[in-house]
Antibody, heavy 119, light 107 residues
Framework: EVQLLESGGGLVQPGGSLRLSCAAS????????MNWVRQAPGKGLEWVST????????YHADSVKGRFTISRDNSKNTLYLQMNSLRDEDTAVYYC????????????WGQGTMVTVSS | DIQMTQSPSSLSASVGDRVTIACRAS??????LNWYQQKPGKAPKLLIY???SLHSGVPSRFSGSGSVTDFTLTISSLQPEDFATYYC?????????FGQGTKVEIK
C-alpha cells in the first residue's frame, strides 16, 4: 500500500526549531519529487517546499525561505523539513505529499502533523 | 507569483444537484491545474489533474475543464459524501499556489 506517515510535530516556542519527518512506503521513493504543504487552523492550503527525487533541486515558499530546509534520505525512504526561527504564523498542520507524474499533481498525502508555535 | 482565485467561496446545494466551481489563474498555466477535495480533519485528496483527467478511483460524477486561465470543476449529481471543501492548484511553476477553497454545504 502506498503510504506517507508524518511525525515530529509538537509545541515549540517562538524562535525555536523543529524537524518534521515523512516516512514513505509502497512506491519507489527516490523516483518521486516530494512536497510539504501546510494548513493554518481554519485556513486554506499553502505550499511550503518541493524537492526533486535525487534531492539536488529544492524550492521554498518566500514565507519560509531562509528559515525552513527540505531534504530527503532516499536510503531511508524519508523526507524531512527542518524548521528554524519559528514564528506564531507557522502554526499549522503540515502535510507531506508526493508529486505524481508529468503534471506534478500531489497524488498521495500523509495524514498531517500539527506544529504549534506559542510561548 | 501566480494567484489562483476560486468562486464562489461557499455554496449550499442539495443531494442530486449539479454543482460548478470556478478557478481563475492570474496568468496562463496551460492545463497545469489540479483539483482537491478536503473533509474536516482529513488530508486533501486529488480528484482531477491536468485540468480534466480523473485521478484513479475518483467517481465519474466529478469532471474538470478549462485551459490557459479559466477552469471549472463540476459535480454532476451531488452525493452526501461530496460535502467538503474543494481547492484548485496550479503546478505550472513554483510557488505551487492553491486557490482559497470552496466549501460545499448541505442546503
Amino acid at each position: 500500500e502506498v503510504q506517507l506517515l508524518e511525525s515530529g510535530g509538537g509545541l515549540v516556542q517562538p524562535g525555536g526549531s523543529l524537524r518534521l519527518s515523512c516516512a514513505a512506503s509502497g512506491f519507489t521513493f527516490s523516483s518521486s519529487a516530494m512536497n510539504w504543504v501546510r494548513q493554518a487552523p481554519g485556513k486554506g492550503l499553502e505550499w511550503v517546499s518541493t524537492i526533486s527525487g535525487g534531492g539536488g533541486d529544492t524550492y521554498h515558499a518566500d514565507s519560509v525561505k531562509g528559515r525552513f530546509t527540505i531534504s530527503r534520505d532516499n536510503s531511508k525512504n524519508t523526507l524531512y523539513l527542518q524548521m528554524n526561527s519559528l514564528r506564531d504564523e507557522d502554526t499549522a498542520v503540515y502535510y507531506c505529499a508526493r508529486n505524481g507524474g508529468t503534471w506534478y499533481a500531489f497524488d498521495i498525502w500523509g495524514q498531517g502533523t500539527m506544529v504549534t508555535v506559542s510561548s | 507569483d501566480i494567484q489562483m482565485t476560486q468562486s464562489p467561496s461557499s455554496l449550499s446545494a442539495s443531494v442530486g444537484d449539479r454543482v460548478t466551481i470556478a478557478c481563475r489563474a492570474s496568468q496562463s498555466i496551460s492545463i497545469y491545474l489540479n483539483w482537491y477535495q478536503q473533509k474536516p480533519g482529513k488530508a486533501p485528496k486529488l480528484l482531477i489533474y491536468a485540468s480534466s483527467s480523473l485521478h484513479s478511483g475518483v467517481p465519474s460524477r466529478f469532471s474538470g475543464s478549462g485551459s490557459v486561465t479559466d477552469f471549472t470543476l463540476t459535480i454532476s449529481s451531488l452525493q452526501p459524501e461530496d460535502f467538503a471543501t474543494y481547492y484548485c492548484q496550479q503546478t505550472y511553476t513554483t510557488p505551487r499556489t492553491f486557490g482559497q477553497g470552496t466549501k460545499v454545504e448541505i442546503k
